[in-house]
Nanobody, 127 residues
Framework: VQLQASGGGLVQAGGSLRLSCAIS????????MGWFRQGSGKQREFVAA????????YYAERVKGRFTISQENGANTMSLQMNSLKSEDTDVYYC???WGGGEDSLVLDDAVLAQLWGQGTLVTVSS
């Protein structure tokens, strides 16, 4: 089971980008999923998370009102729509997933909770 991320790129400040992530491989588990960002020499930082049901979403304060996380095609797929991008949003973004045992209580808002990581995708916002 792996995470496959796509999207990212270069955009001007005020523009939009969309990141996508999906679990590939055979699994019967429905994962809680999330996005993190990491700058050079820095710890991985929470951006947004979504429960395996798609019914609960969570955001870091710095992205509330600008970013939207959602499931793309049911469980184990998700996207992050990033609007009104700022230069400080520039970073490498990672998708993550964790299996909460089927309970709806896990919030993937801390990197230590992640069980799976996708490859990083670079988001560059020019000012």
């Amino acid at each position: 089971v792996q995470l496959q991320a796509s999207g990212g790129g270069l955009v001007q400040a005020g523009g939009s980008l969309r990141l996508s992530c999906a679990i590939s491989g055979r699994t019967s588990r429905a994962y809680d999923m999330g996005w993190f960002r990491q700058g050079s020499g820095k710890q991985r930082e929470f951006v947004a998370a979504i429960s395996w049901t798609g019914g609960s979403v969570y955001y870091a304060e710095r992205v509330k009102g600008r970013f939207t996380i959602s499931q793309e095609n049911g469980a184990n797929t998700m996207s992050l729509q990033m609007n009104s991008l700022k230069s400080e949003d520039t970073d490498v973004y990672y998708c993550a997933a964790a299996w909460g045992g089927g309970e709806d209580s896990l919030v993937l808002d801390d990197a230590v909770l992640a069980q799976l990581w996708g490859q990083g995708t670079l988001v560059t916002v020019s000012s």
